[in-house]
């Protein structure tokens, strides 16, 4: 099992420009998750999707939207990127039932840097 | 809302030594608690987890106790390793969350010298 895919690994983009961040996973999860990761904050979650049909913004959602393309599939769009995003990006997928709390896996990360 | 403290690092240590980071939390309802591990260029590794008051969690020598009075759940380890060099991110979960959302600290890197 491969887990949790990222692609690309590294990015550079000009202001402006669009881009979209493709996540997979291959452990029949409901849940899938996108994070943002700055210095000294943590992760910040952007948008997650309790199961497949449905997506909710997080914390930070501004400047991205999302698509839960089937159940594997979780994908983060930058449509008019600017410096303020300029971060490393995780995805991350976990199970999800009522009353019960699982583990979330996390992809390698995406290294996102804005001119 | 959901918050989670951290001491901020960077920990710097000397292999051997013990090994102790503090986090404390602030939850409606009764949150599960997470300690994640980020090692250099990597995504974040569950390490270890505690889903009510009282409860231990243990792994590759780790521990930490869920104390709901005192809203802590510190990370301890008695002998690091010059490989326990990473960053320690705590985080809750809040069963109440639709999805299963965690909310983080904002992590604690630890540097163990040889």
């Known amino acids: 099992n491969a887990g949790v895919t990222q692609t690309p690994k590294f990015q550079v983009l000009k202001t402006g420009q669009s881009m979209t961040l493709q996540c997979a996973q291959d452990m029949n999860h409901n849940s899938m998750y996108w994070y943002r990761q700055d210095p000294g904050m943590g992760l910040r979650l952007i948008y997650y999707s309790a199961s497949e049909g449905t997506t909710d913004k997080g914390e930070v959602p501004n400047g991205y939207n999302v698509s839960r393309l089937n159940k594997r599939e979780f994908s983060l769009r930058l449509e008019s990127a600017a410096p303020s995003q300029t971060s490393v990006y995780f995805c991350?997928?976990?199970?999800?039932?009522?009353?019960?709390?699982?583990?979330?896996?996390f992809g390698p990360g995406t290294r996102l840097t804005v001119t | 809302g959901n918050s989670v403290t951290q001491m901020e690092g960077p920990v710097t240590l000397s292999e051997e030594a013990f090994l102790t980071i503090n986090c404390t939390y602030t939850?409606?309802?009764?949150?599960?608690l997470f300690w994640y591990v980020q090692y250099p260029g990597e995504g974040l590794q569950l390490l270890l987890k505690?889903?009510?008051?009282?409860d231990k969690g243990s792994n590759k020598g780790f521990e930490a106790t869920y104390r709901k009075e005192t809203t802590s759940f510190h990370l301890e380890k008695g002998s690091v390793q010059v490989s326990d060099s990473a960053v320690y991110f705590c985080?809750?979960?809040?069963?109440?969350?639709?999805?299963?959302?965690?909310?983080f600290g904002g992590g604690t890197r630890v540097l163990v010298k040889p």
């Open positions: 991350a997928s976990s199970h999800a039932r009522g009353g019960e709390t699982y583990e979330q896996y």
């Open positions: 939850a409606t309802g009764y949150p599960s």
């Open positions: 505690a889903t009510k008051a009282d």
């Open positions: 985080a809750l979960s809040d069963l109440g969350a639709a999805g299963n959302k965690l909310t």
